[in-house]
């Protein structure tokens, strides 16, 4: 988490609602919201189309969407879970006009970054994601989409169950049960670094 | 993800869930993007926030649009006020006052039998003056019960549930009286769609575990048989001609598109390239065509097409612009069925729940009528009277028997849509008709 969250914010301890409240007006608002969420959406739109480009481009598209849609954010909830809303819905076009959900080529899939570490470990760690991505897409997907919530877009379980229209007690079942696929569908990926 | 978020997982699965999450923290962010989005963000947010931009000079334009609109609306209804009466003759007066369409709904002597509605991962069933809906199963014992299809001669409805990613196949007599399980707590994982055979005898399939893969069942849970494909399946398959083969949206190593199997020896052809969606076809009830939407982005047009099954040849019932090029904001057509005469067809055609509107094409390709601006998931009574669909949270009917070529008649409020389990995307909302002349 380099450059941004290394900016000193303007707003420290103004919560998300107040935040959005203000971003109506205030540029530099929107810009903190911007800043503390990117990475979220950035990771659950790259857990879903395991590209770093769509991840960007569709990233894009849902941070300019909420900028025009600001107003429509009343604050009834988390300002994460509309944010959410609003990726789901731009995830849901992409693979409309890709059709469908498509197997991502393995070699093509994975290009992800990870500045700092030594080139075999980063290796390592891309084919581990790799795999993990490969088993998300062949499991249910009601706890895909919990995983992903929860570990790619950092939500808690209160809010996954706010987006996936479930309880909190559901949406913990969901994530047992996901972890559970991705210890068998992954075992090789995941017990590596076991110690 | 947040510790403390992390420490609420079951003990045996939190090393898995420390390794991910510590997988995760390494996808990087190039700097880079993350300085060019929020510069693009910023100037977008400026030009927003201009003061020239404010809410003053934006609401005059919009207040007088919304008088131009008005004034609009009024020379329209005076005019239709005006010609209504004369028309209402010249079509030799068949048409029924409102009023009376209404009461024989209520009454049961037009569409008769149940609507079914699948809403918010529960299914319903209207009650018997259809003025409201009944929940199957309300014990909520069963899971998120994701969809149904009737048997051909409306005897039977079959229902999806599914807990903690395990699918069950229900079946239900024609009045929702008693819930059995057919494949119970099944093996084959998520179950998707079902569909019956067109003889009743059968269920196919298909499990979000490998969609690559088909089942076929026995209507009483014997004889499960597993079908390998080359294709991958998407949504929506359905049986075809004969029982002898299965169509489905898909793809295979080069497209997606709309692909037919046979049964017997896994040979694929894909009908179109240009089908998009999930569920913009539909087979002829005679089973002699195949109705779909193709998208064509070069010439702008999503067309509705009608093919012989037998022969290829096809016919476009009508057209409906879209955007050309491939950008994000395509319409998407679904929940396209045949009325049971197969001379007309509906389906919805937009792209969130509220821009959706509802179509009605002749087959004989002499008119397509927006039925409804704002609705989706219609579907036609089994005698062709009444055209059922959902908008704005509630459920409308329309009544066929006097549609003229051009225009929709007006619709009756049938009752407000029930609440479900469970927040659903709306395109899981389905309604369909008993099949069949049952009383």
Same mark, same amino acid.
């Given at each position: ?56 481009? #569709? ?9 025009? $849609? ?126 | ?62 207040? $007088?649009?919304?008088?131009?609109? %008005?004034?609009?609306?009024?020379? #329209? =209804? ?48 209207? =009650? ?32 999806? $549930? ?11 007599? @024609?009045?929702?009286?008693? #819930? ?10 998520? %179950? ?90 539909? %087979? @002829? ?38 955007? !050309?090029?491939? $950008? ?7 929940? #396209? ?22 179509? %009605? ?68 909302? !389905? ?9």
């Amino acid at each position: 988490m380099a450059t941004f969250m290394n900016l000193e914010s303007q707003y420290p301890s103004v919560d998300d609602a107040r935040l959005a409240q203000q971003a109506r007006a205030d540029p530099e608002a929107f810009a903190e919201l911007y800043r503390r969420h990117v990475w979220s959406i950035y990771r659950y739109h790259l857990a879903h189309t395991g590209d770093v480009k769509d991840a960007e481009d #569709l990233t894009s598209q849902t941070f300019m969407a909420a900028l025009e $849609g600001i107003r429509s954010y009343r604050g009834t909830g988390p300002y994460i879970t509309w944010l959410i809303g609003i990726a789901s819905r731009k995830r849901a076009r992409f693979f409309q006009r890709r059709g469908s959900r498509p197997e991502v080529p393995l070699d093509a899939a994975l290009h992800l970054p990870t500045p700092g570490l030594p080139t075999d470990k980063a290796a390592s760690r891309r084919l581990q994601m790799d795999q993990i991505l490969g088993a998300l897409r062949n499991i249910s997907r009601d706890r895909a989409e919990a995983l992903i919530l929860c570990f790619f877009g950092g939500l808690n379980f209160v809010e996954a169950g706010l987006v996936l229209g479930k309880s909190e007690a559901a949406v913990k079942m969901l994530i047992s049960r996901g972890l559970q696929d991705l210890r068998t569908r992954t075992s090789l990926a995941l017990e590596v670094d076991y110690e | 993800m947040n510790k403390d978020v992390l420490d609420q997982i079951p003990a045996d699965e939190q090393p898995v869930a420390y390794k991910l999450d510590s997988l995760v923290e390494d996808m990087q962010l190039s700097p880079t993007f993350q300085w060019e989005l929020e510069t693009q963000l910023m100037d977008a947010a400026k030009r927003k926030t201009r003061p020239g931009q404010g809410w003053h000079t934006k609401i005059i334009p919009a207040v $007088g649009w919304a008088i131009l609109a %008005l004034c609009a609306v009024f020379l #329209l =209804n005076w005019s239709i006020r005006s010609l209504a009466p004369n028309w209402t003759r010249a079509a030799g007066g068949t048409s029924e006052p409102q009023i009376s369409f209404e009461d024989n709904v209520r009454q049961a002597n037009i569409c008769t039998g149940p609507l079914a509605l699948a809403h918010g991962f529960a299914v319903f069933l209207t =009650n018997q003056d259809k003025t409201g809906f009944v929940m199957l199963d309300e014990q909520k014992t069963i899971g998120e019960l994701r969809s149904f299809a009737w048997s051909t001669d409306g005897r039977q409805l079959a229902i999806v $549930g599914n807990t903690t990613g395990r699918g069950t196949i229900y079946l239900t007599d @024609s009045a929702g009286n008693t #819930l059995q399980p057919v494949l119970s707590d099944s093996e084959l994982g998520y %179950l998707m769609d079902m569909t019956w055979s067109h003889d009743g005898k059968q269920f196919l399939m298909w499990s979000i575990e490998n969609n690559s893969i088909i089942y076929l069942l026995n209507v009483d849970g014997t004889g499960l048989v597993e079908k390998q494909l080359d294709v991958q399946m998407f949504a929506t398959p359905q049986f075809g001609p004969d029982n002898e083969s299965i169509i489905f949206y898909g793809a295979d190593s080069s497209s997606a598109g709309l692909f037919e199997v046979m049964l017997d020896s896994s040979q694929a052809r894909m009908i179109s390239a240009r089908v998009e969606d999930e569920s913009g076809y539909a %087979l @002829s009830p005679d089973g002699s065509r195949l109705a779909y939407v193709e998208m064509d982005r070069e010439l702008g047009e999503a067309r509705i097409v009608s093919e012989e099954m037998a022969t290829g040849g096809k016919d476009v019932i009508a057209i409906l612009p879209i955007l !050309k090029g491939s $950008g994000s904001s395509l319409p998407e057509s679904a929940n #396209l069925s045949w009325s049971s005469d197969g001379k007309t067809l509906v389906f919805d055609f937009g792209r969130g729940a509220t821009d959706r509107a509802v179509y %009605l094409a002749y087959v004989d390709s002499t008119g397509l009528i927006k039925v409804a601006d704002s609705g989706h998931a219609p579907a036609i009574s089994a005698d062709g009277r009444c055209l059922a669909y959902i908008s704005n949270k509630q459920v409308f009917l329309m009544d066929l028997s006097s549609t003229p070529s051009n225009s929709a008649p007006t619709p009756v409020l049938l009752t407000d849509l029930p609440a479900g389990r469970a927040i659903a995307d709306f395109r899981l909302d !389905k309604l369909q008709w008993r099949p069949g002349t049952l009383p």
